[in-house]
């Protein structure tokens, strides 16, 4: 968004010499998508672009719907003074729902094993599903697609005494990015060929 930004005042003052106070009113104007296997996820990336201050829409059942402030996050009690990033609002939706819809740029998050594929696919021998969730969701982008996965996962369980307790552990990338680019499999630490 800054690289383009950057890019846009530099044509715009090739043009015109007077080009100032704008600068700070331009808009970006990209079609942003960020995409994820399931609704809880959904839920997260949703709390995430809220606090970041970035413009964000809902796309429910084909029908895009404006974020409706409910509860505030902790990070809105504690910071009033954050004001939202002068960008088109991102489209939020689950890979599911992203049929027949085109952007600029894609962002598919949380592309690691144990989640997706989700466990009930991989289980009941359905990842060719998954599969073709995961080709839907990649056709999606006109530009870019940046795929994110994480190395660990932070799961909350509660203890005989009821008490809260997160255990971490290990995860793999999701067996799709080594499917895009199979000779980049680093098993162990070990890159192999």
Request: aromatic residues 6%; proline residues 4%.
């Given at each position: ?7 846009l005042?530099?044509a715009?003052?090739n ?20 995409m ?32 409706v ?11 009033k ?8 609002p ?6 599911h ?29 359905r ?19 940046v ?8 799961i909350?369980h509660?203890?005989k005494d009821?008490?809260?307790?997160y ?11 080594y499917?895009l ?13």
């Amino acid at each position: 968004s800054k690289q383009r930004r950057k890019s846009l005042i530099g044509a715009l003052k090739n043009v015109d010499s007077e080009v100032t106070a704008s600068e700070n009113y331009l808009r970006d104007l990209t079609d942003v998508a960020v995409m994820v296997r399931s609704a809880n996820q959904l839920e997260l990336v949703k709390e995430a672009l809220k606090n970041a201050g970035i413009p964000f829409v809902l796309n429910m059942n084909n029908e895009r719907v404006n974020d409706v402030n409910d509860s505030p996050s902790w990070l809105d009690r504690r910071d009033k003074s954050m004001r939202t990033l002068p960008m088109k609002p991102v489209t939020l939706m689950t890979m599911h729902r992203s049929k027949g819809e085109e952007f600029d740029d894609v962002y598919l998050a949380n592309w690691s094993e144990g989640s997706f594929p989700h466990p009930d696919a991989v289980s009941s021998n359905r990842v060719h599903e998954e599969r073709r969730l995961a080709y839907v969701a990649l056709t999606r982008a006109r530009q870019k697609v940046v795929i994110t996965h994480s190395f660990i996962s932070r799961i909350l369980h509660f203890g005989k005494d009821r008490q809260k307790k997160y255990v971490t552990s290990q995860c793999s990338p999701s067996r799709f990015l080594y499917e895009l680019m199979p000779s980049k499999r680093v098993e162990d630490g070990v890159l192999t060929e």
